[in-house]
C-alpha cells in the first residue's frame, strides 16, 4: 500500500502532469489572492477559496485519469494484483498519491497568507478552515475519480468522465430551484458538494459535512476495490 | 506445491478452461504446451490469483488462493506475457518497487544485486525502464519475479524477445533455478520445452490432453512398427519386393532423395519387428540399405497431433506425396 502510494506520488512528478497540475492551480490561486484582497480591498480569504472550488473541480480529474486505466492499459496491474496486497489496499495506495498530488497544491495556497502574516495579522482558523475544507472535498473527488479511472483503460474517457461528475455536482444546486418537489429539492441540497463546501468557506465548521465529505471518498474506495475485484470475476 | 483441481474458466458463453487439473511437485520444471488461445495464460493468471476461476481451486503450498490469497501470493513470482514494467521508473527504481510491494524480508542491496547478476542486467540497472530494448525489458521481467526468492516460479513465455544468445541463457537460468524451486512455464516453442522441463502439460482448447515427460509422450503416440528406409535400388521392384514380404502391411515409396536411392516408407503388423526380415531381403537382391529409422515422432509431430482434430500421420500424409512423385 504504501509502496505503491510511494510510486505512484513519484510518477506524477516523474512526467509533466504533476507539475502542470500543482503550478496551474497555484498560479489562479495567486490571481485570485490578488484579486480578492488587493483589488477587492477585502479580507475575506473565504472567497478566494469559494472561486477556486470550480478550478479544483477541475484539475482533480486531470490528476486521477490515469491512477487506473494506465495500469491496466499497461498491464501492470498484473503486477500490482498478483502481489500480496488486498485490493483495497491498491486503491487506498493509489487514492493517497493521487490526493497527496491535491494536497500540494491546497498546501502551496496557503502561501500567500504566510506571507501577509509578515505584515498583518490574517485570521488564521478561517484560512485553515477554508484548506481543510478544500482537502475534505477534495478527497471526496479524487475518490469518485479513481473510481471512474478503474472503470475504462483510456486516461481521455475517465478525464471526460470525472469531468461529467464534477461539473453534475457543481450544476445540481441550480437544479434544486428548477423543480417543485419538496423530497428532490432536499435530496439535491444534500448532495450538493457546492453547498456543503461554501459553508466551510463562511466559516462553519459543521460535522455533519466533514462526515459526508469522509463518506463519500470512503465509498468511492470501497467501490473502486469492487470494481478491480469485479474484473477477476468477468 | 502447487495443486490445481477441476478449474473452469467462462467467459460469458466462450469457456476457456474446461476441468483442468493437476498437481506440481515441489523442485520440479513443468512445461505448459499449447497453440495460441488454448488457456496457457489463462490458467496462469488463475493460478497466480490474477483472475478467478468459474469454478475448481488452486492451492499453493497448501494455502488456497481464494481463501489465503495473500499467504499463496507470497509463494509465487510471476512473469506474465508482458512484463509489467512501468516505463517512467529506472531498473533500480522499479525493482525496489517490486521489492516493497511483495514485502520482501531479504537484505535488499545484496538480495537485487544477485538477482541483477542472474538476470544479467546489473549493465542497465540505473537506466529507465522505457528505454530498454524488448530482451532487456523481459530480463527485468524475469528479475522481478525472483525477488523475494520465491519457491514457485510462473513463467509465461519467458523467452519471448530474446535472441537466441540469450534464450539459452535463460533456459539455463531456469533449468537452474528448477534445482531449488517449482517452475511452471509456459511456451509455445517445443524445443524450449523439451530442452527445460522435465514433465510437459499439454493443453488445448482450455483441456488438457496430455501430461508426461516429452520423451513419454513421443512414445505413446508413435507407433514403432514403421519404418522409413533409404535403400539404393529400382523403385518399383522395391515397393513390390517389401509389399510380398511376410507381416508387410503396406509400403510406400517417398521418391527419390539421391541418385538411384529411394526412401520407403514400411508399415508393418503391430508388435511385430520386421527389420530383419528387410534386411535379408534386401541382402539377398543386393540391395544396398542406406538407412533405416523408425518414425518415433518428435514431439512437434506429437504436439500437432494433440492439439489439431486431424490425424497429423507421418506415414499417410508422406503417402500422398510418395504418389506424386
Known amino acids: 500500500m504504501i509502496a505503491i502510494a510511494k510510486r505512484d506520488f513519484k510518477s506524477y512528478f516523474s512526467s509533466p502532469i504533476g507539475y502542470v497540475c500543482v503550478a496551474v492551480v497555484l498560479a489562479f490561486f495567486g490571481y485570485f489572492y490578488y484579486q480578492v484582497l488587493v483589488a477587492g480591498m477585502s479580507s475575506l480569504i473565504g472567497r478566494v477559496y469559494s472561486i477556486m472550488f470550480t478550478w479544483c473541480m477541475m484539475v482533480i480529474p486531470i490528476i486521477t485519469m490515469r491512477s487506473f486505466s494506465e495500469d491496466r492499459k499497461n498491464k501492470t496491474d498484473q503486477a500490482l494484483i498478483t502481489a500480496p496486497v488486498s485490493v483495497t489496499g491498491i486503491v487506498v495506495g493509489k487514492f493517497l498519491a493521487a490526493f497527496g498530488v491535491f494536497a500540494l497544491i491546497i498546501l502551496g495556497s496557503v502561501i500567500p497568507c504566510v506571507f501577509i502574516s509578515f505584515f498583518g495579522s490574517p485570521n488564521w482558523s478561517i484560512i485553515l478552515g477554508n484548506a481543510v475544507a478544500s482537502l475534505l472535498y477534495g478527497a471526496a473527488m479524487v475518490s469518485i475519480g479513481l473510481f471512474i479511472s478503474s472503470l475504462t483503460t483510456s486516461q481521455v474517457i475517465a478525464a471526460i468522465g470525472s469531468f461529467a461528475i464534477a461539473i453534475f455536482l457543481m450544476i445540481i444546486d441550480t437544479l434544486s430551484s428548477t423543480i417543485d418537489n419538496a423530497f428532490v429539492t432536499k435530496l439535491v441540497n444534500w448532495i450538493s458538494f457546492n453547498k456543503r463546501y461554501s459553508s466551510f468557506t463562511q466559516g462553519l465548521f459543521s460535522i455533519s459535512n466533514i462526515v459526508f465529505f469522509l463518506s463519500v471518498a470512503a465509498v468511492f474506495i470501497f467501490l473502486t476495490a469492487r470494481k478491480l475485484e469485479s474484473r477477476r470475476w468477468s | ?325
Open chain 2, 1 to 325: 506445491m502447487i495443486e490445481v483441481s477441476h478449474l473452469t474458466k467462462r467467459y460469458g458463453v466462450n469457456i476457456a478452461l474446461d476441468d483442468v487439473s493437476f498437481s506440481v511437485e515441489e523442485g520440479s520444471v513443468v512445461g505448459f504446451l499449447g497453440p495460441n488461445g488454448a488457456g496457457k495464460s489463462t490458467t496462469m493468471n488463475i493460478i497466480t490469483g490474477y483472475l478467478s476461476a468459474s469454478e475448481g481451486e488452486v492451492t499453493i503450498g497448501g494455502y488456497n488462493t481464494i481463501e489465503n490469497p495473500n499467504e499463496a501470493k507470497k509463494l509465487i513470482g510471476y512473469l506474465p506475457e508482458q512484463p509489467p514494467l512501468y516505463v517512467d521508473m529506472t531498473v533500480k527504481e522499479y525493482l525496489n518497487f517490486m521489492y516493497d510491494l511483495k514485502k520482501a524480508t531479504l537484505p535488499r542491496e545484496k538480495h537485487l544485486e544477485e538477482i541483477c547478476k542472474l538476470a544479467k542486467i546489473d549493465n542497465v540497472y540505473t537506466r529507465l525502464v522505457g528505454n530498454l530494448s524488448k530482451g532487456y525489458r523481459q530480463r527485468v521481467g524475469i528479475a522481478q519475479a525472483l525477488i523475494g526468492n520465491p519457491p514457485v516460479l510462473i513463467l509465461d513465455e519467458p523467452t519471448v524477445g530474446l535472441d537466441p544468445k540469450q534464450i539459452i541463457e535463460i533456459r539455463n537460468l531456469i533449468k537452474s533455478l528448477g534445482r531449488n524451486h517449482t517452475v511452471i512455464l509456459s511456451s509455445h516453442i517445443l524445443s524450449e520445452v523439451q530442452a527445460v522441463c522435465k514433465r510437459v502439460l499439454v493443453i488445448n482448447k482450455g483441456r488438457l490432453v496430455a501430461d508426461g515427460t516429452a520423451d513419454q509422450l513421443a512414445h505413446n503416440l508413435s507407433t514403432d512398427h514403421r519404418l522409413i528406409a533409404r535403400i539404393d535400388g529400382p523403385e518399383n521392384e522395391l515397393v513390390h519386393a517389401i509389399r510380398t514380404l511376410d507381416h508387410v502391411v503396406d509400403a510406400v515409396s517417398y521418391g527419390e532423395k539421391e541418385p538411384n536411392v529411394y526412401e520407403i516408407a514400411i508399415e508393418a503388423d503391430e508388435n511385430y519387428d520386421i527389420r530383419r526380415n528387410l534386411f535379408a531381403l534386401l541382402a539377398r537382391k543386393g540391395w544396398p540399405m542406406l538407412s533405416l529409422r523408425n518414425t518415433e515422432l518428435t514431439l512437434e509431430e506429437v504436439f500437432l497431433r494433440l492439439t489439431s482434430g486431424e490425424d497429423p500421420n507421418y506415414f499417410n500424409k508422406s503417402k500422398k506425396g510418395g504418389q506424386k512423385s
